[in-house]
T-cell receptor, first 115, second 114 residues
Framework: GAGVSQTPSNKVTEKGKYVELRCDPI?????LYWYRQSLGQGPEFLIY????????DSGLPNDRFFAVRPEGSVSTLKIQRTERGDSAVYLC?????????????FGPGTRLTVL | AQSVAQPEDQVNVAEGNPLTVKCTYS??????LFWYVQYPNRGLQFLLK??????LVKGSYGFEAEFNKSQTSFHLKKPSALVSDSALYFC????????????FGQGTTLQVKP
């Protein structure tokens, strides 16, 4: 079956611009996670959705970052007024249920470069 | 707070030799531990997990990991390395609470030479 997909694979933008990153999870997975991976680092948690609601957004670095999952499947991570420090690979993952011990399946990521 | 540490930035091993990639953890409560592998320009792929039960966990591609509670370790192992095993390996621990979010180590690059 299809895995987690993310679009675009690469995004180059200018400082101050707005960007949207999309994640399409595995069909039937109710839990969806966003992580950010900076160069040479492990992924860091941003936000977790169980269904349509953001159950934990404690990893979002500031209020420029926002994410939605309006129908409980596709999710969009939105970054306003981008800064050079936002440059990283943004990873999306889904699992059958959240709050459990199920493994998470990761997408290939979106590489964001802010010039 | 939950955390994991991968003390080696890089591990080099000859093809056919056994490999070990180290991971230690610090948790409050029971540890739920995972190993993932990342190939260039690809997402993380799940290898194996420890939730409870046998201390030796078997996973994908011939990998296994040994859970050691007294040493708070969860080292990844393979009896005979392949060149194709060369990749970036991440150890992770499930965070306390009910979200299932993962806390990752810094990663270890495994280089298998022919």
């Amino acid at each position: 079956g299809a895995g987690v997909s993310q679009t675009p694979s690469n995004k180059v933008t200018e400082k101050g611009k707005y960007v949207e990153l999309r994640c399409d999870p595995i069909s039937g997975h109710t839990a969806l996670y966003w992580y950010r991976q900076s160069l040479g680092q492990g992924p860091e948690f941003l936000i977790y959705f169980q269904g349509t609601g953001a159950a934990d957004d404690s990893g979002l670095p500031n209020d420029r970052f926002f994410a939605v999952r309006p129908e409980g499947s596709v999710s969009t991570l939105k970054i306003q007024r981008t800064e050079r420090g936002d440059s990283a690979v943004y990873l999306c993952a889904s699992s059958f249920t959240g709050g459990s011990y199920n493994e998470q399946f990761f997408g290939p990521g979106t590489r964001l470069t802010v010039l | 707070a939950q955390s994991v540490a991968q003390p080696e930035d890089q591990v080099n091993v000859a093809e056919g030799n056994p490999l070990t990639v180290k991971c230690t953890y610090s948790v409050s409560g029971n540890p739920y531990l995972f190993w993932y592998v990342q190939y260039p320009n690809r997402g993380l792929q799940f290898l194996l997990k420890y939730i409870t039960g046998d201390n030796l966990v078997k996973g994908s591609y011939g990998f296994e990991a040994e859970f050691n509670k007294s040493q708070t370790s969860f080292h990844l192992k393979k009896p005979s390395a392949l060149v194709s095993d060369s990749a970036l390996y991440f150890c992770a621990v499930r965070d306390a609470g009910n979200t299932g979010k993962l806390i990752f180590g810094q990663g270890t690059t495994l280089q298998v030479k022919p």
